[in-house]
């Protein structure tokens, strides 16, 4: 699987976005971006995945260049219960759309929500 | 909403001891998977099954680990000499499937173990 690479740690203003950069310049062709966020070492809670297009689900939307070398994940209104360790992760899938099974979890972006 | 539960939420063990760690995934996954996060490390991948056995295992999944679907509900880690590095959360996490839209892996809430 592609490395990732995200700065270690950010701030946000509580009600403000949060825009969490990721790059991933080796990605292959196969391979899906995943988010992760792991709230002060409780399980890791998946956020939303794409491949090229961006997404968006109730709880975030994901940019991803038309490169595919970097995207970044947007928590429209951030709330001090979104202060976690978000991780990005690149995960390869074949022809056929099955990713295989295990999660390469890197060291993540620290983010702090604050009032 | 299903979710992923993982009992004890804390086991102490003296080194040496044999631990089990247990997980009920969610009822309609079928791939289920543990992970370990050593305190302040990454959560680091350790095993991986389907179809009653193991489909991938990382290096730190040695012989003295093994896991186990002994039912319909129950997926289980066993550690069978614990030594001390082997301190640290413990999670499971299931999946419905391997295709796009079903992979998801959703994870429970982790097991601590303290080995002394």
């Known amino acids: 699987d592609a490395k990732t690479t995200q700065p270690p740690s950010m701030d946000c203003a509580e009600g403000r976005a949060a825009n969490l950069p990721c790059n991933h310049s080796?990605?292959?062709?196969?391979?899906?971006v995943y988010w992760y966020r792991q709230i002060h070492s409780q399980g890791p809670q998946y956020i939303i995945h794409?491949?090229?297009n961006n997404e968006t689900n109730e709880m975030a939307s994901l940019i991803i260049t038309e490169d595919r070398k970097s995207s970044t994940l947007i928590l429209p209104h951030a709330t001090l219960r979104d202060t976690a360790v978000y991780y990005c992760i690149v995960r390869v899938a074949n022809a056929g759309g099955t990713s295989y099974g295990k999660l390469t979890f890197g060291q993540g972006t620290i983010l702090t929500v604050h009032p | 909403e299903p979710e992923v539960t993982q009992t004890p939420s804390h086991q102490v063990t003296q080194m040496g001891q044999e631990v089990i760690l247990r997980c009920v995934p969610i009822?309609?996954?079928?791939?289920f998977y543990w992970y370990r996060q050593i305190l302040g490390q990454k959560v680091e991948f350790l095993v991986s099954f389907y179809n009653n056995e193991i489909s991938e295992k990382s290096e730190i999944f040695d012989d003295q680990f093994s896991v186990e679907r002994p039912d319909g509900s129950n997926f289980t880690l066993k550690i069978r000499s614990t030594k001390l590095e082997d301190s640290a959360m413990y999670f499971c996490a299931s999946s419905e499937a391997l295709r796009q839209g079903k992979n998801i892996q959703y994870f429970g809430a982790g097991t601590r173990l303290s080995v002394l």
């Open positions: 794409g491949l090229k």
């Open positions: 080796t990605i292959s062709g196969n391979e899906y």
């Open positions: 009822s309609n996954h079928l791939y």
